[in-house]
């Protein structure tokens, strides 16, 4: 009786141990629905991470374009605003100097031809050259070597 009860017993460990793999895990064992959810865990654990370094990522890309306008927007609205202003300033003096020129008055910041004629000849005479004008150009002739140079208007 004896051999039959632990031949018995035997038999009960064997079928638990050869079981165990589906039922409870006394040895330590993991089943494949364990396997299975631990991997679900983990990758949903890993796209968790990615999205919130995803967003971290996102935001410091808005604060980089946010410091950047911040930076150059003040120069831009200081360009758009001096080159408005330039052209306002173009605009109604070209339209002061047409008026003056129709008065026949020149504007105190150009000279009057006969003005500009007079000092190339007073120029003329301080350095020992000729004024001659050929064409509508006014020249200065060295009287010593007979060469000619074309006189600029100084401003």
């Given at each position: ?12 460990v064997?079928?638990?141990f ?20 631990e ?6 654990e ?14 410091e ?5 946010a ?22 300033l ?7 100097y ?12 150009t000279?009057?031809p ?7 000849a ?11 004008m ?22």
């Amino acid at each position: 009786m004896k051999r039959c009860l632990i031949v018995w017993l035997a038999n009960i460990v064997c079928a638990t141990f050869l079981t165990s793999c589906t039922l409870s895990d006394p040895l330590g064992a993991t089943t494949r629905t364990q396997i299975r959810t631990e991997g679900a865990v983990q990758i949903a654990e890993a796209q968790a991470h990615a999205q919130i370094e995803s967003a971290r990522y996102a935001a410091e890309a808005q604060e980089v374009t946010a410091r950047t306008w911040a930076d150059t927007l003040p120069v831009v609205v200081l360009i758009l605003v001096g080159g408005a202003l330039a052209g306002l300033l173009c605009y109604f003096r070209g339209r002061a100097y047409l008026l003056w020129a129709a008065r026949g008055v020149y504007p105190p910041i150009t000279r009057s031809p006969a003005e500009h004629t007079r000092r190339l000849a007073d120029y003329a005479r301080q350095t020992g050259q000729q004024l001659e004008m050929v064409n509508g150009q006014y020249y200065l002739v060295d009287q010593q070597s007979g060469r000619r140079f074309k006189a600029l208007p100084k401003v």
